[in-house]
């Protein structure tokens, strides 16, 4: 008799001590796996049960997800179950179905009698533990059922605290979030204030989309005047044209969201893969309307999301309407002299007349969009006697695009004396474009070497149109479309490439600017390489000069004598 109630003593002293031990364990733990994964080893290893679970209550739905399984069951975790007695009032911390009329879900291939014990905090029914029998086949004792209750308490108390602070850190992760974005929309609205560029406004908005929404393709309309803009756009099959954006515009006012993929109420909108749509409005009246694509991680927009995308948009729409006002304003007669001297000094930086090279027929023109392009182009003799041709296009126009402009050519004429390649040089004048030009501008650029007696075109191209090449005899126009990093935009990690192109009498090529290419028409039609081959091929029996007045008609027919970018080019035929 002493020795049964020194072994019952030891047995309480050592499941007090295991409940002490776990209540410490699981209540310091802020994971609810954790605890879960704990509750069921340390049932079964200090009771020897071999089958046992872990329901969760999903209140939603009213029903249980196996979230832990151990023993041969019929059930795999994560599966979704129905308790018979859930309709019922069976307020108990233990319930044994075999003393209840109820009927157990089957969670095992071999059903046995088991409890099942309730998981629950004062407020809040969280699920159930089943255990089934021991080992040797008998059920729970007294004890055992009162050690299970206790840890149950505590484990219960455990997942309750999980689950709030898991609440409260996805809390501190949106409070976080949302700082962040008011502090972005505070520094954006600082950087739109100092803003009078349009395309700068645009550019900022493009930016900030992609590095704070993580979105790749979108648009922004703009109503100015009554005439709709494409004020902004990145990640399109193509730009809408005149009635698509009309259309786009009056398609609805508010959000327009679809979570499962593109907004199916326009073509354009599939095509483009568009998933959301927000109208945008300044002093009642609806000014502009963004499209966005989804996020490239793949995470659906929330509220917050739009709330931002409204806020941006917003700032953006004020800062163009600044600009308007601002642009107004203008004293015209004094822009238009000091214009007028800039492209003046422009002018004189471009070769004039056109200098003859040996077994060349050569032309080379420069036509700006506005008073001062960012377009440049050149044609000048090494110092091996050979002759170098360069084109170029900066980004943007007016006297920043010039001035760099300036630079390039500035830099291409010290480097030429020097003993160096052209793949080297080009580096070289990268670097110094991107260490001394905001990085907002960028440079795409072609230059080549022509070497008279073995005609024989060295050339590097960073990042510009590829000239076309029309051989002698042939009807398919070739590209010289081996391609480097466009200068200004980062230190050349890479360097640069050399490619020699073999040529022959009655060959043609064409170095352009997309000026020429990227023409519209009344549709907002691009002119495209194809016409420019089908025009280089149409008058290839004539010399250079008339290739090249050719493809100059051909662009202002097709535009309407307007050009939306500068139309710089340089036209050569071997002789």
């Not at 398609?251 to 095509?271: A, C, M, R, W």
């Not at 308007?324 to 214009?339: K, S, Y």
């Not at 002119?527 to 025009?535: A, D, N, S, V, Y």
């Amino acid at each position: 008799m002493k020795s049964s109630r020194t072994e019952e003593e030891y047995q309480s002293r050592f499941k007090l001590k295991t409940l002490l031990e776990t209540s410490r364990l699981l209540i310091e733990s802020r994971e609810t796996d954790f605890v879960l994964n704990n509750l069921l080893l340390i049932t079964m290893g200090k009771l020897l049960v071999t089958r046992a679970a872990i329901l969760i209550h999903e209140p939603e739905s009213g029903t249980y997800r196996v979230s832990r399984i151990k023993g041969k069951g019929l059930v795999s975790e994560g599966e979704q179950i129905q308790l018979s007695w859930e309709s019922q009032s069976i307020p108990k911390n233990v319930i044994d179905p075999n003393l209840e009329p109820l009927s157990p879900p089957s969670l095992f291939k071999k059903q046995e009698s088991g409890l099942f014990f309730n998981l629950r905090t004062s407020n809040h029914h969280l699920g159930y533990l089943y255990l089934g029998n021991k080992a040797n086949g008998s059920p729970l004792n007294k004890h055992e059922i009162e050690f299970v209750e206790s840890l149950t308490i505590i484990s219960s108390v455990a997942i309750a605290n999980s689950r709030m602070f898991s609440e409260m850190r996805n809390i501190n992760r949106t409070l976080d979030r949302r700082v962040y974005e008011l502090n972005t929309l505070f520094d954006l609205s600082k950087d739109f204030s100092a803003m009078v560029d349009r395309e700068k406004i645009a550019n900022t908005f493009k930016f900030a989309l992609l590095g704070q929404l993580l979105i790749r393709n979108f648009f922004l309309i703009y109503k100015v005047n009554d005439k709709l803009e494409l004020l902004g756009s990145n990640g399109l099959q193509r730009n809408p044209g005149k009635n698509e954006k009309q259309e786009l515009f009056d398609l609805s006012d508010g959000i327009q969201y679809n979570p499962e993929g593109p907004l199916t109420v326009h073509p354009f909108l599939k095509e483009n893969r568009i998933t959301a749509m927000i109208s945008l409005t300044l002093q009642g009246e609806k000014t502009a309307v963004v499209g966005v694509g989804e996020r490239a991680n793949r995470e659906s927009y929330k509220d917050s999301d739009f709330h931002f995308l409204e806020s941006l948009g917003n700032l953006t729409i004020l800062s163009i309407q600044k600009t308007i006002f601002l642009n107004e304003r203008i004293e015209v007669e004094r822009l238009e002299e000091e214009l007028s001297i800039a492209r003046t000094i422009q002018r004189g930086l471009l070769p004039d007349p056109i200098p003859e090279v040996p077994g060349l027929d050569l032309a080379g023109v420069n036509i700006p969009s506005s008073k001062i392009g960012g377009d440049y182009f050149d044609i000048v003799q090494s110092p091996d006697g050979n002759s170098i041709f360069a084109i170029g296009d900066v980004t943007g126009k007016g006297i920043p695009a010039s001035l760099l402009m300036a630079n390039l050519q500035s830099m291409l004429h010290v480097l030429l004396p020097v003993e160096i390649t052209l793949a080297d040089a080009t580096g070289r004048i990268n670097d110094l474009i991107h260490e001394n030009t905001p990085s907002d501008k960028f440079v795409t650029f072609f230059w080549a070497k022509f070497f008279h007696k073995e005609k024989r075109l060295r050339y590097v191209n960073a990042g510009h149109n590829p000239p076309v090449l029309i051989r002698s005899g042939s009807d398919t126009p070739e590209e010289l479309d081996e391609s480097g990093l466009i200068l200004g935009a980062m230190p050349a990690s890479v360097p640069y490439k050399e490619i020699d192109v073999e040529l022959k009498t009655g060959d043609i090529l064409v170095m352009y600017t997309d000026g020429v290419t990227e023409s519209f028409n009344e549709e907002e039609e691009e002119f495209g390489e194809e016409r420019l081959f089908q025009t280089i091929l149409s008058n290839r029996e004539h010399g250079a000069k008339e290739i090249q007045q050719a493809i100059v008609d051909q662009v202002f027919a097709y535009s309407g004598d307007t050009l939306s970018d500068d139309m710089t080019m340089i036209v050569f035929k071997v002789s």
